[in-house]
């Protein structure tokens, strides 16, 4: 026998797997393979479906795409921004402790709470410029025709910012509701006894409470945002003549024509408006 094998320690004997380490391991293994099929797998395989270079000078040679730019920019700025500040002042509203604010906060909610896809589709039969229910109104209060509301694009991307605000307007408020109630009172009790106004009392103590959660709240809508697909789509498809496209639907309508490759290469545009988000989100979280 060598020296060498005489210096060795002797080896641990190995511990067989606990019975709480083997079913902890054994009931998270399906939520591993779930992530691995259906997120991990469809994300590798569309980025290597949009690895050939000759698909973004396709992209960026179809005037679509530059006005789908154009929408999506203008979707974020200002639905987001107008759905966040209405949110603001509905939280003031709905942080009142009184019995029929609790009853009118349980209506409100609502439409965050009821389906996407049937509330959508309403809004757009009641759009419809023939049958619908507000041109049909308008015509027996004024005796004419109305707008044909989904057919101008202005219009048509005005109504589906709006589809995105009633939609998701009660949870953010709801949000910064929870944070005004996080504020203690003796704040604005202090404050009332020295003689401070509504604005004073939100500029000073409000919003520096809380100003991390209304900018993480922002960050974390433009995130999802980026990836409603149904305030549009199911709107206005689109149309008129793929002029209210945004980047979570211009990939189906590449789909739709059979292009796989430019419906890759969409979703990878979209990256470098998300990614930062992402880092920017985590960072404040991390505080």
């Known amino acids: 026998m060598s020296t060498d094998t005489l210096a060795q320690p002797p080896r641990a004997p190995t511990k067989p797997l606990s019975q709480w380490v083997f079913w902890g391991r054994a009931m998270v ?29 396709k992209l960026f040679d179809d005037p679509i795409f530059f006005r789908t730019a154009i929408n999506t920019v203008v979707f974020i700025v200002v639905a987001i921004n107008l759905k966040m500040l209405v ?34 589709l309403s809004v757009r039969f009641m759009l419809n410029p023939e049958w619908g229910v507000i041109n049909t109104l308008i015509f027996k209060l004024t005796g004419r025709d109305g707008p044909n509301w989904l057919n101008d694009p202005t219009l048509a991307l005005s109504f589906s910012m709006l589809m995105h605000i009633w939609k998701s307007l009660p ?16 704040q604005y009790e202090a404050a009332s006894v020295d003689g401070a106004t509504r604005w004073q009392k939100f500029r000073f103590i409000t919003w520096p409470a809380m100003r991390a959660l209304y900018l993480t709240s922002t960050i974390l809508s433009m995130i999802w945002t980026l990836g409603d697909f149904n305030s ?15 980047l979570a639907t211009l990939g189906i309508r590449y789909l739709r024509l059979d292009q796989v490759d430019l419906s890759m290469a969409a979703i990878v545009v979209s990256l470098p408006l998300v990614l930062p988000l992402v880092y920017f989100m985590m960072k404040r979280l991390s505080k």
């Open 29 to 57: 293994l399906p939520y591993v393979l779930v992530f691995l099929v259906f997120v991990l797998f469809p994300v590798c395989y569309g980025l290597w479906l949009a690895r050939h270079p000759s698909s973004y000078h």
């Open 87 to 120: 949110a603001l002042g509905l939280s003031a509203f709905f942080v009142q402790k009184r019995w029929w604010i609790s009853v009118l906060a349980a209506v409100f909610i609502i439409p965050w709470a009821v389906p996407s896809i049937p509330t959508i």
């Open 171 to 186: 949870f953010w408020t709801l949000i910064l509701v929870a944070g005004r109630l996080a504020i203690p009172g003796e």
């Open 232 to 246: 549009v789509y199911l709107l206005t498809g689109g149309g008129p003549a793929d002029l209210t496209h945004v």
